[in-house]
């Protein structure tokens, strides 16, 4: 069955500080993966997606994720860390064409800045 | 840009009521969907729509699910008779196409926070 991990229910960083957030994955086929970001009381923005290809990809507010498919990992990261950066991270992976599109979400990881 | 919305924002109810959510997505979407966020969880998917009718439904979609488009732009979710456990953030989604990986991506609503006494 398809799964998502994210091993970190919650990290905090200094501002400025890299980050890494976690990612594993169980598919059974290649996955799309996804990034979002939700600020409180806001709904999700996608950060990044990875379908193929380059295995590291970029995505908005300064994010890049590195698809690992030996070890079945998405990883989020960003090397200098702003104080509205906080927020909850969702990493998400879903079928890819001719399939409905249902995404599967982990269970989130809740970064705190601290200044 | 285009975005999707949806209302009212945060819904109060009593057990057993019915409740309708309601979803405009981006206008030449095909695609729509509902998740639910139980609070401190995971969001979960609950029901993928295309062509007028579900496409697939996870377990918790059970009778008291429905959904519907009503017309060519709202998308609805009605929850027959409320339970205390479906309290929750209800968020709806859309997409343009399945065909080709470069329309994937799904796009977010901001919620709606249903709260069930």
């Known amino acids: 069955a398809q799964s998502v991990t994210q091993p970190d229910i919650h990290i905090t960083v200094s501002e400025g500080a890299s980050l890494e957030l976690r990612c594993n994955y169980s598919y059974g086929a290649t996955p799309y993966l996804f990034w979002y970001v939700q600020s409180p009381g806001q709904g999700l923005q996608l950060l990044l997606k990875y379908f193929s290809g380059d295995t590291l990809v970029q995505g908005i507010k300064g994010f890049e994720a590195e698809f690992k498919r030996s070890q079945s990992s998405f990883n989020l990261r960003k090397p200098s860390v702003h104080w509205s950066d906080a927020a909850e991270y969702f990493c998400?992976?879903?079928?890819?064409?001719?399939?409905?599109?249902?995404?599967?979400f982990g269970q989130g990881t809740t970064l705190q800045v601290k200044p | 840009e285009p975005e999707v919305t949806q209302t009212p924002s945060h819904q109060v109810t009593q057990m057993g009521q019915e409740v309708i959510l309601r979803c405009v997505p981006i206008?030449?979407?095909?695609?729509f969907y509902w998740y639910r966020q139980i609070l401190g969880q995971k969001v979960e998917f609950l029901v993928s729509?295309?062509?007028?009718?579900?496409?697939?439904k996870s377990e918790i979609f059970d009778d008291q699910f429905s959904v519907e488009r009503p017309d060519g732009s709202n998308f609805t979710l009605k929850i027959r008779s409320t339970k205390l456990e479906d309290s929750a953030m209800y968020f709806c989604?859309?997409?343009?196409?399945?065909?080709?990986?470069?329309?994937?991506?799904?796009?977010f609503g901001p919620g709606t926070r249903l709260t069930v006494t």
């Open positions: 729509f295309y062509n007028n009718e579900i496409s697939e």
């Open positions: 989604a859309s997409r343009n196409s399945l065909l080709t990986s470069g329309s994937y991506e799904q796009y």
């Open positions: 206008s030449n979407h095909l695609y």
């Open positions: 998400a992976v879903g079928a890819g064409p001719g399939n409905t599109g249902k995404l599967i």
